[in-house]
């Protein structure tokens, strides 16, 4: 093989071969420009070829690309009957398009390698694909007859920019012809000259006419000649920063960049003034050279807001030439196509006319051979157009100009190099007509959310949309492609087609709907943005679109649901339970089951509706006027959080609740909500509290709900400022809450009346609680006696409570104690109703209940019989049952209450993991020593098992009871409990009697809870603090006096609100309730929404799934919403690849789907570039995967805000990371060279 010197001896040297040059073939006049001679018609002009050239038909085809050109043009080759040819790097081996050719070789990738092969085999055309090693698992590799690994060794692009290789790869092949597609080697001439010089037909214009409309500055010197107008520009390419400098001097801002040797937006900058010019010269100069080989730029006064107007044209070597109307390509984002359309709407007729006039002319006047496409400028204000360029090649975009013209450009392209004429391929100007408007839209891996940072990784699910009016050319859109940060991030062209371009962004609209890619982001929300645009509707956009229209970039995040429950599925298979299981036994494999409910049946009127009838008041009144005992059911929170760890889910909660709607709605109320369930909910069992309320409010609307309110610590273990806690009940309210238990832990009346009045503020039933400890039957007992309580009480009715309640959370309550303190309430206030709660821990809880209503209290609350007893609350059977038939008969079926505890009999073996019987087997009296609640009895008891420490828990509870002693004997109940089992433990674990404590205090470290609670953040305690124990243990520290939440401003709500978009706004729906979430628990929110923003919600999936997964091959129906169930069996888990991953395999639906999930025990051991700390600005990381090309600073270096640290590249886009705070370099973690992952740290500023 040898290189010749010019395309004669080329054409000599082909007609010899018998070989056939595609496009068009020079004469010596193509070189007179070259030899000093000036430009002129007959040095553009083209003979026609010799018979010997033409005799013989193009069999094989080989595309010079890959992807979805490659595809495009081996189905065209397929079509003529040709053979195709592909070629691929290493990296391209297991692309799809290297298995489509048929010997017409493409050199090329992706959606327009694929693209040409099936013109191709339209044509009976062979066609060969090459690929690079990246390429190697890309479609187009597979749609070719032949496929051939190219650049190995190289990188990426350089791969397919291997011209000898390709040469030897055809030439080893018998390969006819060379199809370039578009980018790479398109628009190289020394390629297109080399293919002619090897004998090999180049599908497309000539060597020369392809340098000429290449050199940007030389197409605008055959513009000119031509009488076409063009914008003030260079002479010449430019290649230094004094040139462009000089220019800008002459020409005065704006101006644009350009590459002088290739599209795409590569190597395009605006400059508006002369301090942008040298960052915006180097980038540009970078990017042209990364993307074609060549640095050099062209520079052009830029025009403010034209539209992007470009014609497609075909000539041929007789001198014919057509054009197929215009294309609008104005909406662009850096310069990139993103949504194009023909023809161009609300265009004038006569700039439409002239426009295509002078495409024809300019093409004619070059000779030019095959397909281009011709560009121009609208100056839309002025009504004058521009010559921007030549593109002599295939465009993306083509495939609109095909639809509304019903013409294949890529077969007669093929057609036209195997010698065919315009004429003979029945392409004249006058049967040429546009039928229609189509609009084609680039469905990219980029996200539109991060300024369109191409996003990489494996595609886990590619459903497509499809239909009448949709065409789609695609390259690597299909499940299990890698997406590589080395390539552009087209995954699939969609064209639209229909009668005008409303309908076509109708039928594109309806088309993107049904796409689901999962596993990279796409841009698919911006183009659906953009669809519904009226300005885009209306048709004369220019070509900053975009960036007028800021509300193309609200977007509402994909919800994604199906994808992320495999992936939680995945996770916990692979890495265990998200949520720790602490007793060790595993959940039940059963399913528990629902009573049947009458859903024909209108739900009977309860108590709530009064309510929402009467107000509050009237509510009171008629509870008041009730004749039987009402009953408070706690099993939807409090039994569970004293027998089950808080544990038990929003799914197994409504799947019971209708029928509690249908069979208990004579009950005072359901309490569901507030205390400890908000934390847990969120924390351990991700799901959204407020969702929860929502939920069982639409399936429980006749009888209220309850919820505990711990005054102006609203549902948190702090002080909180007082709008946090006044709005937290509003959105209670709102949400679907009727009755706010407002209680203190110390019983501290500021807190009370706080919580009181926020919750009547918000409409709801006020109940005031008064936490009880002691013994008003002891009389030795003196501090919390009788007295204590009614004027406690008296307070509290003052103060406007609806309903009075005693809330005894450790049930202390004996029935003598229970009698005297509810007779006397009663005898006092006769017209208030009075609601009693307990705990069952002494086992005295029934008779208890029974005495408080014999003594007149109106409520009592209660827990399903296989959720009561214990630390949890009194037997609702044994409660109905001892009453039935009495004046205070609860009127409840006793029968029903069997069905209600048969199915939380079977779901509580769901709740094993969490179960207190593992470690409590029984009540035990002593709480009336020791006085430790309910819930925390079981906490402390577990703890102590779990540690080893079961034979000590009578030392803890003895522990417990003197530290209560030492703190003045407090009122006991969260938070203020907690402060006390943190002093038990404390004394225990370091051996301290309370006499120690006592002598000690101002050396031991104690625990922080104690010391907040002696500053008094929780409040002032009855009777005060114990001194000298406080003075000793604040030694000066600050003190806190009056109620901790009324020296604290008013939360912003709107800043926080800014705060969790700014996070998270880009990942899942951020809603109003979340602002609340995060103003109580802001670590625990960002978790939670972290968390949901991975996996989604899962509080549908089944109890045992969501805490230990399904078994393989276990097959799982889970209902995500309404009418929508997925079928989920797993099938396998995969060994551990180099990332640490595992891959896991689904059936889902019926369909195989796969997703990798990091091994965390494994990524232990394994080493790994380190991420950017979350939340810390000056943890600056990776914004998308890529390389690193340059590194501006160095450590030690002072920054400033939007100082350049790194730049980055990736898919043929450079990118300045910039500085996001002041401060100094610390830590470089790059260097030059080095692949990143997305987030990979780079810098780090302090």
């Known amino acids: 093989m040898f290189r010749l010197q010019s395309p004669v001896a080329c054409v000599q040297r082909v007609a010899q071969a018998q070989l056939r040059v595609t496009g068009h073939a020079p004469t010596l006049g193509g070189h007179a420009r070259a030899l000093g001679g000036a430009v002129s018609r007959s040095h553009y002009s083209t003979q026609p070829e010799t018979a010997t050239q033409t005799d013989k038909p193009i069999q094989k085809v080989m595309v010079a690309n890959r992807g979805e050109i490659a595809i495009r043009i081996f189905r065209a080759c397929h079509e003529l009957g040709m053979s195709t040819v592909g070629v691929f790097s290493e990296q391209d081996r297991l692309q799809t398009y290297r298995q489509k050719a048929d010997e017409a070789y493409l050199i090329g990738k992706g959606e327009i390698a694929i693209r040409v092969f099936r013109a191709c085999t339209e044509l009976g055309i062979s066609t060969v694909a090459v690929y690079s090693t990246e390429d190697r698992m890309h479609m187009h590799r597979q749609k070719a007859d032949e496929a051939y690994p190219i650049g190995k060794g190289l990188p990426p692009v350089a791969a397919y920019l291997n011209i000898p290789e390709y040469i030897q790869i055809a030439k080893e092949n018998d390969v006819d012809a060379i199809h370039p597609g578009y980018g790479f080697l398109s628009e190289r001439s020394d390629f297109a000259q080399a293919v002619v010089d090897a004998g090999i037909r180049f599908v497309g214009p000539a060597p020369e006419i392809v340098r000429k409309m290449g050199d940007k500055v030389e197409a605008r010197q055959i513009a000119i000649a031509a009488g076409v107008q063009v914008v003030p520009g260079t002479d010449g390419p430019v290649s230094t920063l004094e040139e462009a400098q000089q220019f800008c001097s002459e020409h005065g801002y704006p101006i644009i960049l350009k590459a002088a040797f290739g599209g795409g937006g590569r190597g395009m900058r605006i400059v508006r003034n002369k301090e942008e010019l040298n960052e915006n010269f180097q980038r540009a100069t970078s990017e042209a050279l990364a993307a074609f080989g060549n640095g050099s730029l062209f520079i052009e006064k830029f025009i403010e807001k034209p539209r992007h107007i470009e014609v497609q044209i075909l000539g041929d070597k007789a001198g014919n030439v057509v054009h197929l109307f215009e294309r609008d390509c104005s909406v662009q984002r850096r310069y990139q196509k993103v949504v194009e359309y023909a023809p161009a709407p609300e265009l004038d007729p006569v700039i439409r006319k002239d426009i295509l006039a002078d495409a024809v002319k300019l093409a004619k006047f070059v000779g030019y051979e095959n397909a281009g496409t011709v560009e121009f400028l609208l100056d839309q204000e002025q009504g004058k157009f521009y010559f921007i360029e030549v593109n002599a090649r295939l465009q993306v975009e083509h495939t609109v100009t095909e639809e509304v013209t019903g013409v294949d450009l890529v077969q007669s392209q093929l057609k036209i190099a ?64 890698i997406i590589s940060p080395h390539y552009d991030s087209l995954l699939c062209k969609v064209i639209a087609h229909a009668i005008d371009h409303r309908s076509a962004a109708t039928k594109m609209r309806r088309a993107l709907s049904e796409f689901r890619i999962r596993g990279v982001k796409t841009n698919i929300p911006f183009l659906q943005n953009v669809l519904h645009n009226e300005e885009f509707l209306s ?75 009467e107000g509050p008041e009237g509510f009171a009144k008629a509870v008041r006027n009730h004749k039987g005992m009402l009953l408070m059911d706690t099993t939807f929170r409090d039994a569970h959080q004293s027998l089950l760890a808080t544990r038990v889910r929003s799914y197994d909660l409504c799947r019971i609740a209708p029928f509690v709607a249908h069979n208990f709605a004579n009950m005072y109320s359901v309490e569901n909500w507030g205390g400890a369930t908000f934390d847990v909910a969120l924390r351990f069992l991700k799901e959204c509290p407020w969702e929860r309320l929502e939920a069982m409010r639409k399936r429980i609307p006749n009888i209220p709900f309850q919820m505990l309110l711990r005054g102006a610590n609203g549902v948190g273990y702090t002080s909180y400022p007082d709008n946090v806690i006044f709005e937290f009940c509003k959105v209670a309210k709102e949400t679907g809450m009727d009755i706010f238990r407002v209680f203190d832990s110390l019983n501290y009346l500021p807190n009370l009346i706080l919580g009181m009045e926020a919750a009547g503020d918000a409409g709801g039933i006020v109940e005031a609680a008064i936490c009880y400890s002691g013994d008003v039957s ?15 009480a008296d307070e509290l009715i003052k103060a406007g409570t609806h309903v009075l309640s005693i809330k005894d959370m450790a049930g202390l309550l004996k029935p003598q104690a229970a009698k005297i303190l509810i007779s006397a309430l009663r005898d006092k206030h006769p017209d208030m109703p009075i609601h009693v709660h307990t705990h069952d821990t002494s086992g005295a809880g029934v008779a208890s209940m029974l005495a408080c209503a014999e003594a007149g209290a109106d409520v009592v609350d209660v827990a399903v019989d296989s959720m009561s007893g214990m630390t949890s609350q009194p037997s609702m059977g044994a409660l109905v049952a001892s009453l039935q038939g009495t004046e205070l008969d609860t009127g409840i079926p006793l029968e029903r209450v069997f069905d209600y505890s048969a199915y939380w009999e079977q779901t509580r073996q769901l709740y094993s993991p969490f179960e207190c019987t593992v470690s409590m087997k029984s009540g035990n009296a002593d709480v009336y020593e020791n006085e430790i609640p309910g819930g925390q009895y079981t906490n402390l008891q577990f703890q102590a098992y779990s540690l080893g420490l079961a034979d000590k828990f009578p030392e803890i509870k003895k522990a417990y009871a003197e530290a209560n002693k030492l703190l003045g004997d407090v009122i006991k109940v969260t938070p203020s409990s907690k402060v006390v089992g943190d002093l038990a433990q404390f004394m225990v674990q370091n051996k301290l009697t309370p006499e120690m404590v006592l002598d000690r205090a101002e050396e031991l470290s104690l625990p922080s809870s104690v010391i907040e609670f002696f500053q008094g953040y929780l409040g002032e305690p009855y009777g005060g603090f114990p001194e000298p124990l406080r003075s000793k243990i604040l030694k000066g520290m600050k003190k806190v006096t009056g109620r901790p939440g009324e020296s604290m401003p008013p939360l912003d709500f709107a800043a926080l609100k800014l705060q969790l978009l700014e996070k998270f706004g880009k990942k899942i729906p951020v809603q109003d309730w979340d602002v609340l979430s995060a103003a109580l628990y802001p670590t625990v929110l960002d978790e939670y929404l972290d968390f949901r923003s991975d996996f989604g919600p899962v509080d549908c999936l089944e109890t045992r799934l969501f805490l230990t997964g399904p078994k393989i091959a276990e097959e799982c129906e889970v209902a ?34 796969s997703v990798l999930v990091k091994d965390n025990q494994a990524l232990k051991e394994m080493h790994f570039h380190p991420k950017a700390l979350k939340g810390v600005k000056g943890s600056i990381g990776a914004p998308m995967p890529g390389s690193v090309v340059d590194v501006k600073v160095a450590e030690g270096d002072k920054v400033k805000k939007g100082d350049p640290l790194v730049v980055l590249s990736a898919m043929k886009m450079e990118m300045v990371v910039k500085a996001p705070v002041d401060g100094v370099v610390k830590k470089i973690s790059v260097e ?15």
């Open 418 to 481: 195997q010698g065919n004429t315009l004429p003979e391929l029945g392409l004249s100007q006058d049967n040429i007509n546009i039928h229609g408007s189509a609009i084609q839209c680039r469905v990219t891996t980029e996200d539109p959310g991060r300024n369109f940072q191409p996003d990489t990784g494996r595609i886990e699910v590619f459903r497509s949309g499809e239909g009448m009016g949709i065409r789609l050319d695609s390259a690597s859109a299909f499940a299990g492609a």
């Open 539 to 613: 048709g004369a956009i220019s070509t900053h679109f975009i960036d007028q229209n800021p509300g193309l970039f609200n977007f509402i995040p994909s919800r994604n649901r199906a994808q992320k429950l495999l992936y939680y599925i995945a996770h916990i298979m692979v890495n265990g339970p998200c949520t720790p299981l602490p007793t060790g036994l595993m959940p039940a494999e059963i399913t528990p089951v629902v009573p049947p409910v009458p859903f024909d049946e209108p739900l009977p009127r309860g108590f709530r509706d009064i309510f929402v009838e």
């Open 778 to 792: 002891d009389p030795t007992k003196t501090k919390y006696n009788l007295k204590y309580y009614m004027d406690l």
């Open 1120 to 1153: 995500i919403e309404k009418g929508k169930t997925l079928s989920i069996k797993p099938l396998a888990v995969g060994d551990l690849n180099k990332m640490g991953q595992r891959e896991v395999f689904f059936e889902m639906n019926g369909q195989l789907r």
């Open 1232 to 1246: 030059k060279g080095m692949s990143l992952e997305g987030d990979d740290l780079l810098v780090d500023v302090e």
